[in-house]
């Protein structure tokens, strides 16, 4: 059996956001991949570290003080609502930051060489998170803090981000838009929420060229989705040379999920998966993580969810091993 070289974040603190209301985004999807932890197929591969709870001063690097108080006086408060779809409960800030500390947490592990690859599955999700603005579902953007922590608390300048998420992360986009120090692709319906993403957002200043937006109209699948990673993901991180990968990891791109549009399969999630492994293993010593963003069928968490954990730990579930031989 491998050594434990994948870190999980898990902790049971993340159910107490949206605890006891109807949401599409609730508790129960962190007890489906509590499910999937418990699968004996992944017995003795992975190894859980507990999340920390991120700072104010943290938050601050993607941010505005204003908007954190705003979120922070939530606290205690049984019902808030920032819009249409975005609300918070009494605990929602804390669980908010412990999400975005479990990404530092994850991120802590891989620096260590504790592991090299790992998932975050936190809530609240983060992507469309903007400086000062919930949306979307998300408060504080974990992947763009994520990002973020690399550059301040380990000094690395090049990090690329591939969202995988049905919809575009207008909030990593815009955190890093003038900058050349992330590169940011997002594979996205479009139209569709939250209405960026087009291809001619491209960055700006330093940035132009380091954002790279791939708008796809509704009911793609596995093939397209492992084509996007081939012919372009692999080729910019090559072109690129991050030092580390991130993975804001929707499970949304399901077939039958309510929010997504796209029709892949547990298989592509699985596909999906080995090619971004093997992306990392050609650019960054195999330094990835992944982190929870949407996916609203509990059934499309259990079963994709179980296949991308199956290719973090080396349990190939895929035809002879070979991703690129896939029908
Ligand atoms: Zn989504």
């Known amino acids: 059996m491998a050594s434990p070289g994948v870190v999980v974040i898990k902790d049971q603190r993340f159910g107490r956001h949206l605890e006891g209301i109807f949401h599409l985004e609730n508790p129960k999807r962190l007890a489906a991949f509590e499910s999937i932890m418990q699968n004996p197929a992944l017995a003795g591969r992975w190894q859980e570290v507990i999340p920390r709870l991120a700072t104010t001063e943290e938050l601050a690097w993607v941010h505005t003080p204003g908007y954190i108080g705003k979120v922070a006086k939530t606290s205690g408060k049984t019902l808030t609502s920032f819009d249409f779809d975005t609300q918070t409960t009494a605990d929602s800030y804390d669980t908010a930051r ?6 530092f947490s994850l991120i802590d592990a891989i620096q260590a060489g504790k592991a090299k690859r790992g998932f975050a599955f936190i809530r609240p999700p983060g992507h469309h998170a903007e400086k000062d603005r919930a949306l979307g579902f998300c408060l504080f953007n974990n992947i763009a803090l994520g990002a973020a922590y690399l550059r301040n608390r380990y000094g690395l300048s090049r990090v690329m981000i591939v969202d995988i998420d049905a919809h575009h992360g207008n909030g990593i986009q815009s955190a890093f838009y003038d900058s050349d120090e992330v590169l940011y692709l ?33 009911g793609h699948g596995d093939q397209e989705f492992a084509r996007i990673i081939c012919h372009l993901v692999l080729p910019l991180a090559r072109e690129y040379q991050p ?7 929707g499970f949304d791109l399901y077939m039958h999920d309510r929010l997504g549009g796209m029709r892949a399969t547990p298989k592509g999630y699985a596909l999906l998966t080995r090619l971004l492994i ?21 059934k499309g968490i259990r079963e994709c969810g179980l296949r991308v954990m199956q290719e973090l730990c080396d349990v190939k579930t895929l035809n002879g091993g070979k991703p690129f031989n896939h029908e």
């Open 278 to 298: 093997e992306a990392a293993e050609t650019v960054c010593d195999g330094r990835i993580a992944f982190v929870a963003e949407g996916g609203y069928s509990m």
């Open 243 to 249: 030092e580390m990968i991130l993975v804001p990891c």
């Open 98 to 103: 412990l999400a975005v500390g479990g990404v």
């Open 186 to 218: 997002s594979m996205h319906l479009f139209p569709g929420f939250p209405g960026t993403g087009n291809v001619g957002e491209l960055g700006r200043a330093n940035g132009e060229g380091f954002t790279v937006n791939v708008p796809l109209g509704r």
